[in-house]
């Protein structure tokens, strides 16, 4: 559901991580900039900085953990419950 204000701070990067993998403009309408691409950048640009975390694009947010699930791979565990 998209948020009825611009989101800002950590709000804001949490919907946008959140939201990543569906693109720049869902982004930013989810998390309530509309069609205001340009801004939504600026400001996540903004929050990212007093976070502490590297931003330069979208893509950024989404983590190598993220990606390997989305990948795919082999799933490492004991045959049963009761064997290690």
Do not use: W
């Amino acid at each position: 559901m998209a948020s009825p204000i611009p989101l800002k701070d950590t709000d804001l990067v949490d919907c946008a991580k959140a939201n990543a993998k569906q693109g720049v403009t869902t982004a930013a309408e989810l998390c309530g900039y509309g069609q205001d691409i340009r801004t939504f950048q600026i400001e996540l640009k903004k929050a990212c900085d007093r976070m502490g975390v590297t931003f330069n694009e979208l893509r950024d947010l989404i983590t190598d953990q993220e990606n390997l699930i989305q990948q795919g791979g082999i799933e490492v565990g004991p045959d049963t419950l009761s064997e290690l």
